[in-house]
């Protein structure tokens, strides 16, 4: 199990990439990017049971393979969003539940 912790920003802007690279090197933070695509496949139950426990779970396609990741609910705290996440390699379009541990839901 990963934690995953993330700050969402809103940049209204046509120069992000600059604006956010000039921040880091105010900041001297290094930063190295690459681009990437996936594409994310996100799964419910017809009554939408996921969503009312507060569980997503997409599989994730990207170059080298793909990934099925479940994330349980977590808390906000000031725009931070913490959330416990379950990844495993996976193989073809549907997700294996039996992968993930039975304490996660």
């Not at 931070?80 to 996660?104: A, V």
Request: aromatic residues 6%; negative net charge; contains cysteine.
């Amino acid at each position: 199990m990963e934690l995953e912790i993330e700050l969402k920003y809103l940049v209204n802007d046509d120069d992000v990439e600059n604006k956010i690279n000039d921040l880091l090197a105010q900041n001297q933070i290094q930063n190295t990017a690459k681009q990437q695509s996936l594409n994310n496949c996100y799964f419910d139950t017809p009554d939408l049971k996921l969503r009312m426990a507060d569980i997503g779970l997409r599989i994730r396609r990207f170059e080298n393979g793909a990934e099925q990741t479940v994330k349980t609910s977590g808390k906000v705290t000031g725009g931070l969003h913490q959330r416990p996440e379950y990844n495993t390699e996976i193989e073809g379009n549907l997700s294996k539940l039996k992968l993930f541990p039975d304490n996660i839901w």
